[in-house]
C-alpha cells in the first residue's frame, strides 16, 4: 500500500508547533506565506510548495491551520492557487483552524461536487501542549472520516476525540476558549479586587488554588506568567476575541437570557481599544491592574 501523502498549510505559532509532531514521523509537503517559516521546515526534511495547489497536487491528506474561516477559505478557493485547484478527487482537507461551524460547513458543501472532503480538528493547549504531545484535538465528521484522520492526528496527540459530525470540532472549540477566557477573566477580577483590599496577590493564588475557586489561570498563568518576568502568552487578544465571538454566535432561544458571553466580550473589546488587536491576552491584567490602584503581575509596563 502507498505511503499517505500529507501537507501542511498555515506554518504559525500554532500550526508550525502541530506540522513538526507529524514531520517526525511522516514526510511533509508545507506551504506558508513566510519564507523563513518555509526554511525552518525545509531543514527539517519538508517538502516546500509554491502555493497551495501545488501541496494539494502532491497531498492525499493537507492540514490547515490558519487565524480565521476566512483564511482558510482564500487558502481553499485562492484562484489557481487555491488548494483545490491541484487536489484530486478522494482528497481530505483537514482545518484545525479555530473557525466558524458555519463557514466550515458552507466550505465542504462547495467542494463537495469535486469529490474533495472536508473535516474540522481544532486544537486546545496551546503551542507547549502541541509541541509536548498533549493537546487536545476535537474532530468534526462522519465515522468513516474520523478512521481516516484518526491515526494521523495522533502523532500529534493521543488526546484525539471525534466530537460529532461536521462543525462540531470547531463549535467545541468556541465554547472550550469562551471558558477559557471566562475563566481568565474571572481570575484577575478576583485577585485584583483582593489587591484593592489589601491583600497580597500570591497569597490569594495560593490559597485560591486550594480551594473551590481554582482554575486553569490560578494554577497556570498567574504562576507562570503573571508572577513572573514571562508575562506574554503569545496569543493575541484579537484571537481570544475571535473565539469568543464564535461562541457568542452559538447563543439562540433561551441561552439568551443565562449567557455570560456579552460580559467576556465586552472586557476583551475593553482591552483592544486601550492596548490594540495585536495586543497579548494577559494585557487584559493592565484593567484590573488599573482599577485595583495597584500592581498584580510582576512585569510592569
Do not use: W
Request: hydrophobic content about 50%.
Amino acid at each position: 500500500m502507498a505511503a499517505i501523502r500529507i501537507g501542511y498549510i498555515g506554518l504559525g505559532i500554532m500550526g508550525g508547533a502541530l506540522a513538526r509532531r507529524l514531520i517526525a514521523e511522516h514526510p511533509l509537503t508545507v506551504f506558508d506565506l513566510s519564507k523563513e517559516r518555509c526554511a525552518e521546515f525545509a531543514a527539517l526534511g519538508a517538502t516546500v510548495a509554491a502555493s497551495p495547489a501545488e501541496v494539494g497536487a502532491s497531498c492525499d491528506i493537507v492540514l490547515t491551520c490558519l487565524p480565521t474561516s476566512a483564511n482558510v477559505r482564500d487558502v481553499i478557493f485562492g484562484g489557481n492557487d487555491g488548494l483545490i485547484r491541484g487536489m484530486a478527487k478522494g482528497g481530505l482537507i483537514v482545518d484545525q483552524t479555530s473557525g466558524a461551524t458555519a463557514a466550515t460547513r458552507a466550505m465542504a458543501a462547495e467542494i463537495a461536487a469535486t469529490g474533495i472532503e472536508m473535516i474540522d480538528a481544532p486544537v486546545s493547549g496551546g503551542p507547549l501542549g502541541a509541541a509536548a504531545g498533549t493537546i487536545a484535538i476535537m474532530v468534526g465528521g462522519s465515522d468513516a472520516q474520523y478512521a481516516r484522520i484518526e491515526p494521523i492526528l495522533t502523532v500529534i496527540s493521543p488526546n484525539v476525540a471525534h466530537v460529532g459530525p461536521l462543525g462540531a470540532g470547531h463549535t467545541l472549540k468556541a465554547l472550550n476558549n469562551m471558558m477559557s477566557a471566562a475563566n481568565r477573566l474571572l481570575a484577575f477580577e478576583a485577585v485584583g479586587l483582593a489587591v484593592a483590599n489589601g491583600i497580597d496577590a500570591k497569597l490569594a493564588v495560593d490559597v485560591i488554588n486550594k480551594s473551590s475557586g481554582r482554575n486553569n489561570a490560578t494554577v497556570n498563568v498567574f504562576p507562570t506568567h503573571i508572577f513572573t518576568d514571562n508575562f506574554e502568552m503569545k496569543f493575541t487578544l484579537a484571537l481570544m476575541e475571535k473565539d469568543v465571538r464564535l461562541a457568542a454566535d452559538l447563543v439562540h432561544g433561551d441561552f439568551e437570557k443565562l449567557t455570560l458571553t456579552p460580559q467576556i466580550l465586552r472586557n476583551l473589546r475593553a482591552a483592544i481599544d486601550r492596548f490594540g488587536a495585536g495586543a497579548d491576552l494577559n494585557m487584559v491584567l493592565r484593567l484590573y491592574e488599573a482599577a485595583a490602584g495597584k500592581p498584580i503581575a510582576k512585569k510592569q509596563p
